[in-house]
C-alpha cells in the first residue's frame, strides 16, 4: 500500500480450512467489527428480528444482522433513519449490519410489480402507490440507511422458469450490478454483487464469471430457496460455490437450515440469512438437534425438562417444555419470544460448531454431510 493511501475499511482473512472440503473460517471486517465466518446472520426486515430486543438478540450470539431496502423505504422512509444517525442508530444495534437492495420483492411480490430493463415499478401493498426501484435508487436508499454491507439491485427469477426467461434475468442484473458499482459512493460501505442463474448450470457459471469480475468486497449467491427441489439447491451450491474468488466472503442469501448450510459450508460459502428461526418460533416451533418440534403438541404439557439442556438460551436456561408449551397453547407473546431466542441461538450455535470442527480438523466427518440423526447433533 502507498504510504498516502488510506486503509481499507473492509477485509476478509481466511484463518483455518478444512483439508477435505472447500470449508473454511473466516474474519470479515466492517467499520462496526467482525464478523466471523461460517456464521448465520438473523433476519431484521424491518429493522427488528421480529419479537426480539436488541439485549436479547446480542446474546444469542449474532455479529450481522440484516434489514430490508424496500421495507424501510415503504416505512418509516430512509429520510427518516437518516435523521436519527443512521441505521445503526436507529435500531440501537452497534455491530455490523447488511441491507438487501430489495431484489427479493422483485420475486416475492411479482404480483405487485412491472419490470423493465430500466428497473422495477411496485404497487405499495400499503396503500397501492406507484413505488419504482432502479439500481441507482436502491443504492441512494441503502446509502441512506447507512448500513456496513449493501446488496446489488438484482433480478432474482421465479421457480419454475424457462431458460430464456432466467437469461433475461440474468442479463438485468449484470447490467444493474455495473449501474449499483457507478450509483455507488459510501467509502465506508461495501456493496456485494449477486450471482443468478436459476437452475441453469451454464448461466450460473456465467454470471459469476461477470459478478467475479467487478472484483467487489464479497460476492453473494441469490435465486436459491424459491422452491426449487433441495437437491437442485444442493447442486447449484456445488457447482457455483468453486467459481467465486477465493479471497472474498461468499453469501448463500436466503438459506438457514442445518443440513443446507453445512451443505454450502462445505463448498466455501461463508455467510447465510433466513427468516426461519422467528417465523418458526412464532408458530410454536423449536429448532431442537436440527429437529423441528411443534411445542402445541400435548407431548409436552407434562414434560419439566429443559427444552434443550445443551443451548445457552433463555428459554433453556429458566424454563421447560411444559412452560414453553403452556405459553404457545395460550397465545402469550413471551411463548414466540423465548422459542424465536432459542431458535436464533441454535442456528448461531452450530454455525460455531462448524466453525470449530473446521479449526480442529473433525468437519468433513462431523458435517459434511450433517444429518439430524448424525453424532454431531448430539455434540453441539
Known amino acids: ?20 472440503t472447500r470449508a473454511r473460517c473466516g474474519c470479515f471486517h466492517t467499520p462496526h467489527g467482525a464478523v466471523h465466518t461460517p456464521r448465520f446472520m438473523p433476519v431484521g426486515t424491518a429493522a427488528t428480528v421480529k419479537g426480539v430486543s436488541i439485549p436479547q438478540l446480542a446474546d444469542t450470539g449474532a455479529e450481522m444482522v440484516l434489514a ?10 430512509e429520510a427518516v433513519v437518516a435523521e436519527g444517525g443512521g441505521l445503526h442508530r436507529f435500531m440501537g444495534w452497534s455491530g455490523p449490519l447488511l441491507t438487501d437492495s430489495g431484489g427479493f420483492q422483485v420475486f416475492s411480490l411479482g404480483d405487485l410489480n412491472r419490470i423493465d430493463d430500466t428497473g422495477v415499478v411496485f ?18 436508499i441503502q446509502m441512506a440507511l447507512g448500513a456496513d454491507v449493501a446488496m446489488a439491485f438484482d433480478q432474482c427469477p421465479p421457480y419454475p422458469a424457462s431458460e430464456a426467461e432466467v437469461a433475461t434475468a440474468c442479463r438485468r442484473t449484470h447490467a444493474w450490478l455495473e449501474r449499483c458499482v457507478a450509483a455507488h ?24 464469471r461477470v459478478v467475479a469480475a467487478m472484483d467487489l468486497p464479497g460476492i453473494a449467491v441469490g435465486g436459491v430457496s424459491v422452491g426449487e427441489p433441495v437437491e437442485e439447491m444442493h447442486r447449484i451450491v ?32 461463508d455467510l447465510f440469512d433466513c427468516v426461519l428461526p422467528t417465523r418458526l ?10 429437529e423441528r418440534w411443534n411445542l402445541k403438541n400435548a407431548r409436552f404439557r407434562h414434560d419439566h425438562t429443559p427444552l434443550d439442556a445443551r443451548c445457552p438460551c433463555l428459554a433453556c436456561r429458566l424454563h421447560s417444555r411444559a412452560y414453553l408449551h403452556h405459553l404457545i397453547r395460550c397465545g402469550e407473546l413471551l411463548g414466540r419470544t423465548l ?3 432459542h431458535n436464533l441461538t441454535s442456528l448461531l450455535r452450530f454455525s460455531a460448531a462448524m466453525a470449530q470442527a473446521i479449526r480442529e480438523g473433525c468437519f468433513s466427518e462431523d458435517f459434511a454431510p450433517w444429518e439430524p440423526h448424525s453424532p454431531a447433533a448430539h455434540t453441539w
Open 68 to 77: 430490508n431496502t424496500y421495507h424501510l423505504h415503504l416505512q418509516p422512509g
Open 281 to 290: 418460533g412464532r408458530h410454536g416451533g423449536a429448532l431442537v438437534g436440527g
Open 123 to 140: 404497487r405499495s401493498p400499503r396503500d397501492g402507490a406507484r413505488i419504482t426501484l432502479t439500481p441507482e435508487r436502491s443504492m441512494e
Open 185 to 208: 459512493a459510501r467509502r465506508e460501505q461495501a456493496l456485494f454483487g449477486i450471482v443468478q442463474g436459476g437452475c441453469w448450470p451454464a448461466l450460473r457459471r456465467e454470471s459469476a
Open 339 to 341: 422459542l424465536s431466542l
Open 1 to 20: 500500500m502507498p504510504p498516502d493511501a488510506e486503509p481499507q475499511p473492509f477485509g476478509f482473512t481466511i484463518t483455518a480450512r478444512c483439508t477435505q
Open 238 to 269: 456445488r457447482e457455483v460455490g468453486p467459481l467465486l474468488p477465493e479471497a472474498k466472503p461468499h453469501y448463500l442469501m436466503g438459506v438457514g437450515s442445518f443440513r443446507e448450510m453445512a451443505v454450502a459450508v462445505a463448498q466455501g460459502f
